[in-house]
């Protein structure tokens, strides 16, 4: 869990290493982090799934760096280990591809699916210690990648610096989330948190989207007043004039909706996150499959985290409740958490994502041109609540 002090790890960049096994994925992580974060064995194979280490690095700022197994890996564990693989490409920012033999078939395929992934791609020439004709094979990977290799010998720690450079030219422009209350909020306005802290609340903490959000606020010069959901009432009695925002958990909407002074706009927390992370529009678009669902219908609720559910959980128990009173018992609701994503979308009529605070935004935009692709409407649970709760149409008009 990350400190208040640290950058979360879904708003870092994301620099994957791809390549065979015992190509020096994880030796080159250590030359370039200087320390050991990935266990390194001659023996292939030894990354199983993707490790991920958060780190600052001059000239690029916070960043995860992605250790991953090799995508040549074998038998049953080793289709396991490719597809963890190829979910980090999902969220990947840059790829360095290494190559560390003459033959790029592989490395061309996979370099291949990360270009559709629109990652930036770095191909980097291991082991340079080892080959002759290095400027052959250099010269055969730039027309195979479309972009000059980086030369290095992970093992001797060469070719570093060049490696760094050619990564803080690779940030894409966009990768970025927009910051999370722009066009909503501005210096001087006021702004009421409504937040229950009730069991789904952690023990001694607010959660990410909580603390994201007031600290956006306060960097832009607003005044944040933040109250629990039950004492709403004494937090408007605390100000001269209505709030000009105010922001709650969806699962209190209707609650604060009806309480709150007609001159606030009203936002949730997840309507922030789906702003920031995914496509608000489709979110919207998606939630109007709501009206559609029969009890022949069947959705699909995705949530990034992959706690153990809680007796009023919102994915489990509330969004369920609700589609069910709605669309009929008969509703089929499947529960997916973490990385599983069903490949088959097409079998849903609705995909409900929560608001994915974990999940870096390209992981979150990639899950959503899945659900588009296979035609199936995708929204999140502050929409979704909304859309339950009837005030969807009010509310729509200040995101
Ligand atoms: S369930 Fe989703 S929105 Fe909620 S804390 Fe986990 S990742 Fe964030």
Redesign the pocket.
Known sequence: MNSLNETPR?NRLHIAIFGRRNSGKSTLINALTGHETSVTSPVAGTTTDPVYKSMEISGIGPCVLIDTAGFDDEGELGTLRIARTQDAMEKTDIAVIVCSTEDFTLEAQWGEALRKKKCSIIPVINKTDLYNGIDLLAEKAEKIFNAKPVCVSALKKEGMEALLEALRRAIPPDWENPDLTDGLAKKGDSVLLAMPQDIQAPKGRL???QVQTIRSLLDKGCIVTSVTADQLEEGLASFKEPPDLIITDSQVFPLVWAKKPSESRLTS??IL?ARNKGDIHTFLEGAKAIDRLTEHSKVLVA???T?APLSED??REKIPRLLRKKAGQGLQIDMV?GPDFPENLAQYDLII???????NRKYVLSRLEKAVAAGVPITN?GVALAKLSGILEQISNII
């Open positions: 879904a959660i990410l989207p927390f997840s996150m949530e990034a985290c706690h919102i994915g958490s994502h929560c608001g994915a605070c974990m999940f649970y």
